[in-house]
C-alpha cells in the first residue's frame, strides 16, 4: 500500500476495507506500507491474528510523510520499526550497495542488525531488465542467490519480478545446500 494520505484523498479508507474482510474466508497474511502511522493503526485491528506487518522503505532520501523523517533515518532506529512491524521491506541497493560504476560494494550490516532487532527482511527491487552489479556477471541468478546466501546472512524473502528466475534460484540453491 502507498502512503494512506492518497486513499484519505479519495475519501477511501484503507482500514476499514481490510477490517471488513472476513477473517476466515480471506485471511491477511500480510499488511505493508510506507506509512508508519497506517501501520501503527492498523497493527491494533489485527493484534490477535496472524497478519505480519512489513514497514515498506523507500529511497534513503525520501521523507516519510508520517515522521518526518527519511527513510534513510529510520532505517537508523530498527527498534522504533520493531513497535510496529514485524519486518522490514528494503530496496537491494540497502543490503548490496553499488558504487557510480555499478562494482558491487560490501553487504551493509542492514540484514544481521534487523534479525537482531527481531525483524523479518524481505528485499525488493531485484528485475531482471535493468542493470545491475558487475561483480554479478550481469547474470540475475548469481545476484538473487547472493541475498539467500549472503555468506554471513539470509534475507527471510525476496521480491522477484519474473518467477522463472525465482524458480531457478531455488532450485540452485538447494542444489548448494
Known amino acids: 500500500m502507498q502512503h494512506d494520505s492518497f486513499f484519505k484523498q479519495q475519501n477511501l479508507s484503507v482500514e476499514n476495507f481490510l477490517q471488513s474482510l472476513p477473517a ?81 560494494q560490501p553487504h551493509t550490516p542492514l540484514v544481521s542488525n534487523a534479525h537482531r532487532e527481531g525483524l523479518q527482511v524481505f528485499v525488493s527491487d531485484v528485475v531482471n531488465d535493468v542493470p545491475f552489479s558487475y561483480d554479478s556477471s550481469y547474470d540475475p541468478l548469481d545476484e538473487r542467490l547472493s541475498f539467500i546466501d549472503g555468506g554471513d546472512f539470509s534475507v527471510d524473502g525476496v521480491l522477484f519480478d519474473f518467477p522463472t528466475t525465482a524458480s531457478t534460484v531455488i532450485s540452485k540453491f538447494v542444489s548448494f545446500v
Do not use: C, H
Open 24 to 104: 476466515k474466508s480471506v485471511p491477511v497474511n500480510y499488511i505493508s506500507s510506507p506509512d508508519v502511522d497506517f501501520l501503527r493503526r492498523v497493527k491494533s485491528s489485527f493484534s490477535s491474528g496472524p497478519t505480519g506487518f512489513i514497514f515498506r522503505f523507500l529511497e534513503q532520501s525520501k521523507l516519510e510523510p508520517t515522521t518526518n523523517q527519511t527513510y534513510g533515518e529510520l532505517l537508523k532506529n530498527l527498534m522504533l520499526i520493531k513497535t510496529f512491524a514485524s519486518g522490514i521491506l528494503v530496496p537491494k541497493g540497502y543490503i548490496w550497495p553499488v558504487d557510480s560504476d555499478l562494482y558491487l
